[in-house]
């Protein structure tokens, strides 16, 4: 038994749910079903929670929406019609997002139920059209499904006890066509999960009902060994790992967010990135266990917008409880950091671009300088970060000096590199203006 | 106008003092002599300081110490009579440990007095046997040269104002001989340095008088760029700047503590590396600025007895403070760390196993799960550093490469890298049991 999830973009018309009809037709084993809200149908387009969350704006300030109101209806009477599936499933979505605009609870509870009607809708819409094609098709609630969250609007957390209710469902006769993106807490309050949150249901369904597989429809045949905006028509990666996903996916693989895959990956529930506009490609297979036959590195990931605190202290080394005092001034400013490297007298932290502004900046500099009596102390911008990524190459002989050959190579410094605390990663610090630069040269040392 | 510091093995018996009396006669220049103890005269012989030490650790308990203080007089006899300098030098070193065992003082300062007998004799001996030779040679107590200290028993710090007054030494005529390792307090308390502290003496003279250079003389004809105990005949270094002897000796080369030599690298005054048994060989300079036409790394050093604390806790790097919380609880412990890696949800922490008892690592561990709550924590033990050193290595391109090609040559997979804090340095983390092969690898990479 499959659970497969379709992406914004595999939803963005008729045309898209047509596929998706013919994809879920053509294996039996696709029993259920997630879906995203409609995405953008090209480039410059609105993505549906977009303009929902835009109506909910001008709603809660009362504000008049009727023209924002009406482009919405008209996206789903598009889709309505391209499908030829009853209009009256289009009162419906009126009917509900008035319901929230003129129910009396919390602004945030608004905007939280408003957001939710894109995926809500568009699982209607495609259960109304696979009964159309003769499909023995259901709209199933999230909360019929089981899937209770934590009361936290916006950034709801899955409760454990989701995961026996979700079980259930298996005894149910006919494809289950779920929203995805929001569930229910104990007393029946709806909550999202953070953006991108159609994945996270799609992965808490497939561990409760414990599929065989959770496939994961996209635009793309597969992922990449490397950004294909930075090299041409790169490799594509058949099988990695949930950890090769998860250090890919944290810096920068712009595929999907590891996170979301957590709750399918902790029940080792396989999972298959596909193409809803071409699905017989294979697609990439996420699996818990490398194939010890398999490269031992998948992938080249890079970051731009990271920073470098950099204080230097003779004898630094000896001062008991230097870098944790650094580290403490940090965190109480809210900055969290990415990497602390250090050396006898220096001490070096990269920090995210976006966790600082000018007065936190200030603020850290002054504190440094008092409490630390550093003899130097500079935030150095425009770092750029690469990860090299693949599980087993830490006992491998031979990754670093392929690595740093590639660098030098394309003639670039390396201003940093940190090996050792994760068994799966290398990662090398270089100045951003050289990034395309040298993820060519390692793409071309790795995998040409 | 130069310092010269004679080390144990110089002065470790008449004929090397011959020597060094020939040194200083050879050159106008050298008006400062500073003198440790006398050394080893043979690999298991005793060093002056040790047997003073015993000596004094009998006498504070009260027990018979004649056997002990023949034995040191039969030293300094052997000695006088060697370079047939006056008798009466010995009454008066054996009336100064009597002195000193029978004064009213605490045990800790008996102790420093004891311990600084060796240098202080030695130095009038020197001072003595130089007036033999037709010399204008003066000992100079600490006191009198200005050399004032912290309350610091075996640990003392010079103060700044030691600095003034020793310029004033300059004025005086002939060859101040002074004998290393200790100081006074402004209330004319004897505190001795931290060991191996005549290096620190010398260096405190040398940037008191504004010394043209500072000559370290040893046992060996200079730096070498590796350990000669693991590769044969190794090249020499001819030059080296402070930073890059600091981070050397900091990881393991021997030739001395970089610590001891802050005072002259501060008054930017140079330092020559010599050996007292071949004093023609040019020995090692120790400069301010690099040589632009040098080479780039200038050293190997390396270091064993290191563990590698490893935690790992899924989504780590979201929880703002966990590094903070980690390395405090080792402040708690007094426990110093080296190095700190992370990656996305794991750390390391590079501790050094003197820094490790049973009991603080089973503390630690039990504070870490209780307080942080990881998912795996463990210590691995057995780990060697080894650290690449060269200024400027760090905007130069293929540095790294050339390093991890050593390694990978070798077959040695490379456990740990930390780059990008030290200008100077790429630490190299692997299991010690592959140390020398991996020394010897970098060395034909870099200077074969």
Chains 1, 2 share one sequence.
Do not use: W
């Not at 809660?60 to 482009?71: D, G, K, R, T, Y």
């Not at 608004?110 to 094609?133: F, H, M, N, P, W």
């Not at 006890?161 to 993106?181: C, H, N, Q």
Request: hydrophobic share 40%.
């Amino acid at each position: 038994m499959k659970v497969a999830k379709f992406g914004g973009s595999s939803v963005a018309n008729g045309e898209q749910i047509e596929k998706v009809g013919s994809i879920i037709a053509d294996d039996a084993e696709r029993k259920f079903i997630v879906v995203s809200a409609p995405g953008k149908r090209f480039p410059d387009d609105s993505k549906m929670t977009d303009l929902l969350i835009g109506l909910g704006m001008l709603g809660i300030q009362n504000e008049p929406f009727n023209h924002e109101l009406a482009n919405i209806m008209d996206r789903f009477s598009e889709i309505v019609n391209e499908l030829q599936i009853p209009q009256t499933i289009l009162a419906d979505i009126e009917q509900s997002i008035q319901n929230v605009l003129n129910s009396d609870t919390s602004d945030q509870m608004k905007t939280d139920r408003l957001k939710s009607i894109g995926e809500d809708s568009c699982a209607k819409i495609v259960s109304e059209y696979l009964k159309t094609q003769g499909l023995n098709a259901h709209y199933v609630n999230p909360k019929e499904a089981g899937i209770i969250v934590s009361n936290d609007p916006g950034n709801a957390q899955v409760l454990p006890e989701s995961y026996t209710k979700l079980y259930d469902m298996r005894k149910r006769d006919g494809i289950m066509v779920i929203p995805g993106f929001f569930g229910f807490t104990n007393d029946d309050r709806l909550m999202t999960f953070p953006r991108g949150g159609s994945d996270i249901t799609g992965s808490i369904v497939a561990a409760g009902v414990e599929a065989d597989l959770y496939e994961n429809f996209t635009d793309v045949d597969s992922v990449y060994v490397v950004d294909p905006r930075v090299v041409n028509n790169p490799e594509k990666v058949t099988k990695l790992t949930y950890k090769e996903m998860r250090e890919l996916s944290y810096s920068g693989f712009g595929v999907f967010h590891d996170e979301a895959l957590m709750p399918a990956f902790q029940a080792e529930i396989p999972v298959c990135i596909k193409n809803t506009n071409n699905p017989g490609s294979p697609g990439t297979m996420i699996v818990s266990d490398k194939d010890p036959e398999s490269r031992c590195v998948v992938g080249i990931a890079a970051d731009t917008g990271f920073s470098n605190l950099y204080v230097s202290k003779y004898l630094m080394n000896r001062e008991m409880g230097f870098g944790r005092k650094l580290l403490q001034i940090l965190e109480e400013e809210s900055i969290s950091f990415e990497h602390a490297p250090s050396g006898i007298d220096n001490m070096s932290v990269i920090i995210r671009d976006n966790q600082l502004t000018a007065e936190k900046e200030l603020n850290v500099i002054n504190r440094i300088k008092n409490e630390l009596n550093p003899e130097t102390i500079s935030i150095d911008y425009g770092f750029a970060m690469i990860m090299v990524v693949g599980e087993g190459m830490m006992s491998a002989v031979g990754i670093a000096e392929k690595s740093t050959a590639a660098f030098a190579e394309a003639n670039i410094s390396i201003e940093m590199i940190n090996q050792g605390s994760s068994e799966v990663s290398v990662m090398f610090g270089i100045r951003k203006d050289k990034l395309d630069l040298a993820v060519k040269s390692l793409y071309n040392k790795f995998f040409q």
